[in-house]
């Protein structure tokens, strides 16, 4: 049931140059469902020459029939929701319901992109001179280099690809090596609507050589990169090292400022569900809620005896609210993160330990009364975990809020008009969301500011990343 994964490389698939491959692991049960290739240094410049000739002949086709391509490429995703939702399920470990919604929500988001590259305008500036026309016009950067992370599998990477195909651009995709066939699902949806064999291209191997090969090789034109803000760094550094364009959606440590006068019951269903989405595997979770004095016991009682009700399992089975963490990695980062913050003082209200021994099972969590100086109220957690702490005054919450480095998203919860006026116009993050838990939509900006990163992936903003501004000044013959 779960194929080998390939590489798509100058429209073929096809394994690596010299035959190697990594493992893929089903999270459930810690065991090897199959293997994904390794591409070498040989196969990284032929796709990279593959993408330049991919670029040469799709951004001469026109962006209505652009457009029209790639719409059917969200038509096949969508006829193939269920199949691809049961690979995505097997390597990741998420909920069936999650796997097949993120499939769905993909074809959305190329549905968008397709719309949104017919509207590449450029503008007319009135010249000085009689004459003169001065026009501006927007052109494709060129082939991309991608980098996409295993939380999303096709989630991340669709914003990429469809981004890149509809301004005009090709793409090397270098999906993620631990949930490696969905993404290539996601390609192969492309490939079958008619997008050039060329034109995207797939690889896979050792993140670091790919990304070191890619980044300063003279066909690549734009880099874009989701992964953690560490990660981020390095590929911002040499990407700048070589002057090229860059998009980075990096980590984030969501504050949630729940106010007095909050809808309690609405805030903790929303927040509940948003939080355990992906066993909180997510850039955008809500993670540091800061509570108001007057709501707090009140708040956490009613978060807790929700959060004890979801029923965690193996992804494939009916029933299941939340599935396996992706990788031992967010297990081992959980345990660490919760010890060190107990041994602080910080206490666990519910969950906290992982559930058997087989699997990468976690409980999810409810912290409290967690010190500043934890490792987890600095580090993104990445995991089923919340941290419910108390204010007394708004300007307490926003200073805690903008406390950290990271700036993705920030989230609140009140019902006084100049409470959101106030947080919204405060919080030092790229998205904000006001009593619902409403980002991440296809037509809808995403991105972050200072260390999560900088670009938008989403609305009419996330086209800009993928064109170049030319500025023509002509005079009649
Ligand atoms: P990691 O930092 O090793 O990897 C994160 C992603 O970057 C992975 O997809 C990985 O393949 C890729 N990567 C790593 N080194 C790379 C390199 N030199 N060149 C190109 N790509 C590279 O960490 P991880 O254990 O996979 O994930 C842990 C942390 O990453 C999380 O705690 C979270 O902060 C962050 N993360 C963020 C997102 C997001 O949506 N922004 C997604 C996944 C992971």
Redesign the pocket.
């Known amino acids: 049931m779960y194929e080998n994964v390939q590489l798509f490389i100058a429209g073929r698939w096809r394994e690596g140059s010299d035959g190697a491959s990594l493992p893929v692991v089903n999270p459930a049960d810690e065991r090897v469902i199959g293997q994904v290739s390794v591409a070498t240094i040989a196969d990284l410049d032929e796709a990279a020459e593959a993408s330049w000739r991919g670029f040469k002949a799709w951004s001469k086709v026109s962006a209505f029939e652009r457009s029209k391509i790639l719409r059917k490429a969200a038509d096949l995703l969508r006829e193939r929701a269920d199949e691809i939702g049961r690979l995505m399920t097997l390597e990741h470990g998420k909920t069936l319901f999650e796997s097949r919604f993120e499939t769905v929500l993909g074809a959305d988001i190329i549905d968008w992109y397709a719309e949104e590259g017919k509207r590449a305008y450029g503008r007319i500036i009135p010249a000085r001179l009689t004459g003169v026309r001065q026009m501006v016009i927007k052109q494709p950067v060129g082939p991309v280099a991608a980098?996409?992370?295993?939380?999303?599998p096709i989630n991340?990477a669709v914003r990429k690809i469809a981004g890149a195909l509809a301004a005009g651009c090709s793409i090397v995709l270098?999906g993620?090596?631990e949930t490696p066939r969905s993404c290539a699902e996601l390609v192969r949806a492309f490939v079958d609507a008619g997008v050039p064999g060329d034109a995207v291209n797939l690889v896979y191997g050792v993140?670091?050589e790919?990304?070191?090969h890619l980044i300063p090789h003279p066909l690549i034109r734009k880099i874009t990169?989701?992964?953690?803000?560490?990660?981020g760094k390095?590929?911002a550094s040499l990407a700048g090292a070589h002057m090229k364009r860059i998009t980075m959606?990096?980590?984030?440590h969501a504050p949630v400022v729940v106010m007095d006068d909050a809808d309690v019951p609405n805030a903790v269903t929303a927040l509940r569900t948003s939080k355990y989405r992906n066993n909180g595997?997510?850039?955008v979770s809500p993670t540091r809620f800061l509570i108001q004095d007057g709501v707090y016991d009140r708040f956490v009682a009613t978060f807790v005896e929700q959060t004890k009700q979801i029923k965690v399992g193996n992804g494939l089975e009916e029933d299941i609210d939340v599935g396996a963490l992706a990788?031992d990695?967010r297990l081992s980062?959980m345990e660490v993160l919760i010890a060190d913050a107990t041994a602080r003082g910080g206490k666990v209200a519910t969950g906290g330990r992982r559930i058997g021994n087989s699997g990468f099972f976690f409980e999810p969590t409810v912290l409290t009364d967690v010190p500043t100086d934890a490792r987890i109220m600095n580090e993104?957690p990445?995991g089923p975990v919340i941290i419910a702490n108390r204010f007394g005054h708004i300007e307490d919450a926003i200073a805690e809020a903008n406390r950290l480095p990271y700036g993705l998203a920030a989230y609140a919860y009140t019902r006084s008009a100049k409470s959101i006026d106030i947080l919204s116009e405060a919080f030092e993050s790229g998205m904000v969301s006001v009593n619902q838990q409403g980002l991440a939509l296809p037509e809808t900006p995403f991105g972050g500011v200072k260390d999560s990163g900088y670009g938008s992936e989403g609305g009419s903003e996330a086209l800009e990343p993928f064109l170049n501004t030319k500025f023509v000044s002509q005079i009649g013959a």
């Open positions: 980098f996409t992370p295993w939380n999303f991340q270098k993620p090596e993140p670091a790919i990304s070191s990169f989701t992964g953690s803000t560490a990660v390095q590929l959606e990096l980590g984030g595997q997510v850039c990788n990695r980062a993104e990445f």
